[in-house]
């Protein structure tokens, strides 16, 4: 055998071993991802425990609607942190299944990850808590620290335990957003802006370096409705003086420095808390009412989601009725078109409303409003199909969540019957249209525009030139057009005339308490009220079923929501998930507008949209003392 032959041998079985090795590793690979789409596929269902304490842990945003987009969940879970989103329904359904079941002796809230909420979605898990411990059981709170939000369903519970080390930080209510003028100016850049409605105020933060005074009035008013409306509901609920909470906002700097900054000891002193203790102290006791678990050594416990899915697990085979409330959700900015769940397609949407239309088991409607507004023509579309429904004979109820404004009212202006809790910011009647141009920025780098058209206005649209006089007209019109469109919708909803909405209207943002007293929503109540309506215009009975009606995920995006944390959990392990900063929370409001404009697709140009979003907090380290 010559050199040559036993080399190309050698590397011949050199080359087959790496060969199989190949193949081996492919297969093994192939198996893991299979096995992670069949651990994905595969739940099984959770045992409740005999005797056990229901542990309700929200994390991030209370919302209506969870968003589908997995790459945004997933970064949440990735990075370490809570996931972004809770949905509302599933805490509620909890704390309703639970109120019934004897195995489950009490509920323990874990608040610690909840993040700024809609006010109106707190008050119905706090009257959800309320209606529990009706039925005689507790409700604790086991806390490191509280801020705002998570310290108004705390103050729902019969017993709020605070470690010794922590604090409740309450401050009120604030509004404040980002003005770009001047930084528009500096870039030369032209924002021309059409609106109709005085206090239509979305678009001054291109033309203003500051709040305008009668944005500032609306905004004060409800301000105020919201502040009172928590303050109220804590003070009741811990039984405590109706001003305890500003007087605590008030004199905290002085107060806190007499308790050497022991702000525990100050909470305690006020009556925001039961008693000091750790969360291990509080285990301890629970152990003698529910027992101990052997794998944790803490109390017997069940998670929410592993609760649900054993609750659920039993309805499972229950025949549907045929005499049904159908309910359609329409959460997050009202865009052109189909869109995923946690934003409003105006096709989308007006698809789910011609489902239920066709069911011939939906007999009425509730139509779940948590939206700012946003296309106009879009929210045409779907306010078509209510209309649409009612000539069918079912009727539509709309209930309200913490915003139904502009577009967001626009849609449910043709409802039979409008619910709204107290502090749902509703109302912003208005349209606007932005147009920005750039011709003063290129002229900074010495570029010029110039040609030729056939006629006057042609080219006027173009991002690069200044908007003729003619054009601007054009575009005027067209917002007052719309203006006087959206009148009417509401004057032939709410059986008004259009001067009296003209008065009420004009981009003028309200809180649900004042939105029933000027006749703009029927009814203040929450998403059980507006069923209960909606089952009685259909004449159902007390008895009555309800179905959300809600867009079906492909198999893909399934397995994409399935297997999100897997694949981002590897790479936070490896760095290229880098955890969110600081600095990123800042510029968040910044990011959030921009985003905003970027999303909106009218096919004119024309939006009835409300930058009227409940207050938001920066959370940083109220735990970090």
Known sequence: MSVGSALAGFFGLVWRILEGLRKALHLILLLVIFGFILAALHTSIPVVPRSAALVLAPE???????????????????SGGPAPE????????????????ARIKLIVLDLGNLAPSGLSKLQEIGAALRDFRAGGKRVVVAADSLDQTQYYLAAQAGEVYLDPLGLVYVDGFSYYRMFLKDAIDKLGVDVNVFRAGTFKSYTD???????APSERE???????????????????????????????VADEPAALAAVNGDAAKLALQRGLVTALKSRRQLADELKSLVGEDSDSHSFNSIGMSQYLAAVHSKHVLKSKSDARVGIVVASGEILDGHQPPGTIGGETTADLLRQARYDNTIKSVVLRVDSPGGSMFASEQILREVQALRKAGKPVVVSMSTYAASGGYYIAAAANQIFASPTTLTGSIGVFSVVPTFQRTLEKFGVKIDGIGTTAIAGDMRL????????????????????????????????????????????????????????????????????????????????Y?????????????????????????????????????AVEQVLDPLLDQARTIAKLNDPRGLYAYCWCREPRAIKQGLSGR
């Open 205 to 211: 933060q291109f033309s203003r370096s500051d709040m």
């Open 545 to 581: 079923e309800v179905d959300y009606i809600e867009s079906e995920l492909s198999l893909r995006e399934e397995l994409l929501l399935q297997l999100r944390s897997q694949a981002l959990q590897f790479g936070q392990m490896v760095g290229l998930v880098p955890p969110r900063g």
């Open 464 to 543: 690069d030139r200044a908007l003729s006089p003619a054009t601007r007209q054009l575009l005027q019109s067209s917002v007052n057009h719309a203006y006087a469109e959206f009148l009417m919708r509401v004057g032939e909803g709410r059986k008004k005339s259009v001067e009296d909405v003209d008065k009420i209207a004009q981009g003028r943002v309200w809180a649900g308490v004042d939105a029933q007293r000027i006749g703009l929503v029927d009814h203040l109540g929450g998403l059980k009220d507006a069923s209960d309506a909606a089952a009685k215009l259909a004449e159902l009975g007390n008895e």
């Open 86 to 101: 809770t949905l509302l329904k599933d805490v509620l359904d909890a704390i309703q299944a639970a109120k019934g079941d």
């Open 60 to 78: 991030g945003e209370l919302v209506e609607q969870l968003s589908s987009d997995p790459l945004r969940r997933a970064f949440g879970e990735a």
């Open 218 to 248: 609306e905004t004060s008013v409800w301000l105020d409705a919201l502040w009172n409306a928590y303050q109220q509901d804590v003070s009741r609920a811990r039984s405590l003086p109706a001003n305890v909470l500003n007087d605590y």
